[in-house]
């Protein structure tokens, strides 16, 4: 056990730890239009490419930076790099795919330089996501049989992703927002196949699903339950859940997963259901309301926002945590 992983387990252990807030929601508030993102360097680009958030850590890092830091400042114990789309499938929309590395290392200094110059305790988070493109389904409804990529292109995209994020100087590793449990399972192996390349004592992972709707399944059809029998061979140091749901319809799964999980639990829902226009409405208060109960019956380990959360909901998640013990560490179970 790395003496990163030790520490992070004895504050788990210790009370309810705090993880950052949207970082989408944050950049939308500057309102950074094609020039902005593209920066001098990739002026003369040749597609456009407004909405590729991850390029920022090249484009505009201190932008990331300060949004890093007003969550510092709000109380967050875990950053997670700006790097949700940082793997060369997703980054081909842009023919940025050759980025994918230069971006994750710049990320992850960026989250850890925060750190330094905020002069707080925090881990920085290497986040992994989803990709754009899946395992389990095929993109084609005339042809059910077809996929988009094989296993191992997902398993080269999310190596390079995460030797860059560790070259960076990432505490931990973040495979988050799984709507396909392959995808997780192609980062997964990507994981281990690069500690055991580089002979690298492994760093702690969380994993963290999504579940889509009221059916209480992922998008590729998993229950809860398989989900988590599906990951935990990772033996993560936390499994949770993010995005897709509010806080009020995650709270059924949260309850389920503190039920059956053998490690620490998470919790990072959106603020509340997009409306109309595709925003988020909750306020802080009325969001910590929801996840305090989830502290307050002992569910929780970590605990954070996804869409649609800012530094105001992290702070009042933090200071409302204060008051609950963490859910205690259950006994492991050998198989």
């Known amino acids: 056990m790395t003496t990163t992983e030790k520490h992070l387990r004895d504050l788990l252990d210790k009370r309810i ?12 508030r500057h309102k950074p239009q094609e020039a902005d993102y593209r920066g001098d360097r990739f002026k003369s680009w040749h ?23 007003q969550y510092l400042d709000a109380g967050a114990d875990i950053l997670e790099t700006n790097t949700f789309n940082a793997n060369a499938i997703s980054l081909a929309d842009y023919d940025m795919q050759s980025l994918a590395y230069e971006i994750n290392v710049a990320a992850a200094k960026i989250a850890k330089q925060a750190v330094k110059e905020s ?31 094989t296993f191992d292109d997902a398993v080269a995209a999310y190596y390079e992703q995460i030797k860059g994020l560790i070259d960076g100087g990432v505490d931990v590793l973040l495979i988050e927002t799984i709507f396909d449990t392959l995808n997780a399972k192609a980062a997964i192996f990507a994981v281990n196949k690069y500690f055991r390349d580089t002979k690298k004592e492994k760093l702690p992972l969380m994993i963290s699903g999504t ?18 029998i599906s990951v935990m061979h990772a033996e993560p140091i936390s499994i949770g859940l993010n995005c897709a749901l509010g806080a009020t319809e995650m709270r059924p799964h949260i309850e389920e997963l503190s039920r059956i999980a053998n ?3 998470s919790s990072y829902p959106n603020a509340g259901l997009p409306n109309a226009m595709g925003e988020y409405d909750e306020t802080p208060e009325h969001m910590t309301s929801i996840v305090s109960e ?21 702070k009042a998640i933090a200071d409302s945590m204060k008051q609950y013990e963490p859910r205690p560490h259950p006994e492991m179970v050998n198989a």
């Open 17 to 28: 730890v705090i993880i950052d807030g949207a970082m989408g929601t944050m950049i939308q």
């Open 47 to 69: 597609k456009d490419v407004k909405g590729n958030n991850d390029l920022l850590c090249l484009t505009q890092p201190d932008i990331i930076k300060d949004i890093h830091k």
């Open 119 to 149: 002069g707080k305790q925090a881990f920085v988070a290497g986040a992994i996501g989803p990709m754009n493109k899946t395992l389990s389904l095929s993109p084609n409804v005339n042809d059910p049989g077809y996929r988009a990529m």
């Open 211 to 228: 579940i889509t709707d009221a059916s209480g399944r992922t998008l590729s059809g998993q229950t809860l339950e398989a989900f988590y």
């Open 263 to 265: 490690c620490y639990v």
């Open 294 to 314: 989830f502290a307050k019956d002992g569910w929780i380990n970590i605990v954070g926002g996804c869409c649609g959360t800012t530094p105001d909901h992290i």
